[in-house]
């Protein structure tokens, strides 16, 4: 089985913390977990505020369709509200090694 990670960049609101995007994202890990082919995430944030959000699935095909999930079924969540939706680079990719 392949493997692939969704990885998202971008920055806050003004005036919002990392801490406060963690603490909107209950919801949305929530729903990861309930995915096919999720096998965990990752949320970092560098010393300029640009926040990394790093999904792994078992597939591009999952991470694609959970992707359409988060802005339609999750369409609501508190965590949209945190993010300057003009600063997202968004991208699911396929891991071509993976060493442990």
């Known amino acids: 089985m392949s493997e692939a990670l969704e990885m998202t960049t971008f920055r806050l609101v003004p005036g919002l913390t990392g801490a406060d995007f963690v603490n909107?994202?209950?919801?949305?890990?929530?729903?990861?977990?309930?995915?096919?082919?999720?096998?965990?995430?990752?949320?970092?944030?560098?010393d300029d505020g640009t926040i990394t959000d790093i999904v792994a699935w078992d597939s591009a095909a999952d991470g694609r369709r959970s992707a359409s999930?988060?802005?339609?079924?999750?369409?609501?969540?508190?965590?949209?509200?945190?993010?300057?939706?003009?600063?997202?680079?968004?991208?699911?990719?396929?891991?071509?090694?993976?060493?442990?």
């Open 24 to 46: 909107a994202n209950e919801d949305i890990n929530d729903y990861l977990r309930r995915q096919p082919g999720f096998r965990w995430r990752r949320i970092m944030q560098d």
């Open 69 to 100: 999930g988060i802005m339609t079924e999750m369409a609501d969540s508190p965590v949209h509200a945190t993010i300057d939706q003009a600063t997202v680079d968004f991208r699911i990719v396929p891991v071509l090694q993976h060493t442990s």
